[in-house]
């Protein structure tokens, strides 16, 4: 006999013949053909070389080798069963951490209510978040999720976009009534890392108030957002920032514009694990049934190049 004599499958037909006493009460347990049943304990026998069973007209009985061979047979029935257990237990009860990535303007929207209600709905699973303007390699594993704002994805990733997003110029109730129908002449619009001295930009050409200049500079969205609810000026925010912020108001005379997409990101090795596949899945859920808060209505289409 060698190692590969005995496999579980086998081990579960000796046992459920050994309960039983007969063949066909075993072929009845285990829910198969009798003639099946029979064969493959005669095939298991001829590996092992010697009966396990002794055959008469009452039945059939353990030889010797059976005998000793039942309790090993039922510690690994055991061991089988604790296992599945286990696989099934954590599979209806997910558990571990996630690693994922963010910008930090997003923990400014209601996606960090849906992060929220994940944790409260999964309490076994915990969440690593990293919030970086930085794109993590997901191929090297920085990351199991990355939410992403882009036009496009080029990663060997799997990918969903989830939706597009809409920008506006927001300030504060203040300065709002300060904005005329003039495209934004004697305005002040808050720059990002534009160059010292420069006064306009090509993405304030193309906004609702190109007569509008730059004066000031952020080179962080929190303190941009907070800033222009100060009264420094208008800022151009994603329309799902800016409508959340309790001192911003989109400013008057203006149409949002159309702005990058909202990618869920996830290594293609990842896709089957339970907690990532159940984040993924709740995630994309939750933010597409609000769409209408990432791209706004009347948002001016985005021009076809």
Request: a negative charge; aromatic letters at 8%.
């Given at each position: 006999m060698d190692g590969d004599a005995l496999n579980w499958d086998d081990l579960k037909v000796f046992l459920a013949v050994a309960r039983t006493g007969t063949i066909r009460g075993g072929a009845d347990s285990m829910h198969a053909n009798h003639t099946t049943l029979a064969r493959r304990l005669t095939v298991m026998e001829e590996r092992l070389g010697s009966r396990l069973f002794d055959r008469s007209k009452q039945g059939l009985a353990l030889t010797q080798l059976g005998e000793d061979l039942l309790p090993y047979a039922e510690r690994v029935e055991e061991e089988m069963t604790a296992a599945a257990r286990a696989i099934v237990g954590r599979d209806a009860q997910p558990s571990g951490t996630i690693y994922l990535t963010l910008p930090h303007g997003l923990a400014m929207t209601s996606i960090a209510d849906d992060l929220s209600a994940?944790?409260?709905?999964?309490?076994?699973?915990?969440?690593?978040?990293?919030?970086?303007?930085?794109?993590a390699d997901l191929t090297r594993r920085e990351a199991d999720v990355s939410l992403r704002v882009a036009d496009t994805v080029t990663d060997d990733v799997v990918g969903r976009k989830l939706?597009?997003?809409s920008q506006a110029a927001y300030c504060s109730p203040d300065y709002a009534a300060r904005v005329r129908d003039?495209?934004?002449?004697?305005?002040h619009l808050i720059g990002w890392h534009e160059p010292e001295g420069e006064v306009t930009a090509k993405w304030v050409q193309q906004s609702c108030y190109p007569k509008a200049q730059l004066k000031h500079r952020v080179s962080e969205l929190v303190p941009l957002t907070n800033l222009a609810?100060?009264?420094l000026g208008m800022a151009y925010l994603s329309c799902s920032i800016g409508d959340r912020h309790p001192g911003l108001i989109r400013a008057p005379f203006q149409t949002p514009l159309p702005y990058r997409n909202l990618w869920l990101l996830l290594h293609r090795d990842l896709r089957n694990t339970a907690r990532v596949r159940l984040f993924v899945d709740f995630l994309a859920a939750r933010v597409t049934a609000r769409k209408n808060e990432f791209w706004v209505?009347?948002?001016?289409?985005?021009?076809v190049a």
């Open positions: 994940f944790a409260a709905l999964y309490p076994d699973i915990s969440l690593n978040m990293t919030f970086s303007n930085d794109v939706v597009q997003m003039n495209h934004g002449e004697g305005l609810a100060a009264g209505a009347g948002t001016k289409p985005r021009e």
